[in-house]
Nanobody, 118 residues
Framework: QVQLVESGGGLVQPGGSLRLSCAAS????????MSWYRQGPGKERELVAA????????SYADSVKGRFTISRDNAKNTVYLQMNSLKPEDTAVYYC???????????WGQGTQVTVSS
């Protein structure tokens, strides 16, 4: 079973940048596909970006394409979300999710708040 801890959230002005990190422990990190989700005020949780076990393939929600970049470092057991050109509508709690290969068992982090406001 993998444990996930997100960090890097905070308050940023529109147009600014943040990098979120999600540190994994308790299991072999490279066995998990990783993704970032977010849940804004009064909204349902939505997929933001995903990355395969080796990092060879990524995908993004249309709303963040060209602004966000997901990456992973399997040696550091960490997945990242670089967020540039932030907009107020990016305000949300951002969650890290791991999905185990072959079993597809999901695991979630506790979330980190991102607020984009002037």
């Amino acid at each position: 079973q993998v444990q996930l801890v997100e960090s890097g959230g905070g308050l940023v002005q529109p147009g600014g940048s943040l990098r979120l990190s999600c540190a994994a422990s308790g299991s072999t990190f490279s066995n998990y596909g990783m993704s970032w989700y977010r849940q804004g005020p009064g909204k349902e949780r939505e997929l933001v970006a995903a990355i395969t076990t080796t990092g060879s393939s990524t995908s993004y929600a249309d709303s963040v394409k060209g602004r966000f970049t997901i990456s992973r470092d399997n040696a550091k057991n960490t997945v990242y979300l670089q967020m540039n050109s932030l907009k107020p509508e990016d305000t949300a709690v951002y969650y890290c999710k791991a999905v185990r290969q072959w079993t597809f068992t999901p695991y979630w982090g506790q979330g980190t708040q991102v607020t984009v406001s002037s």
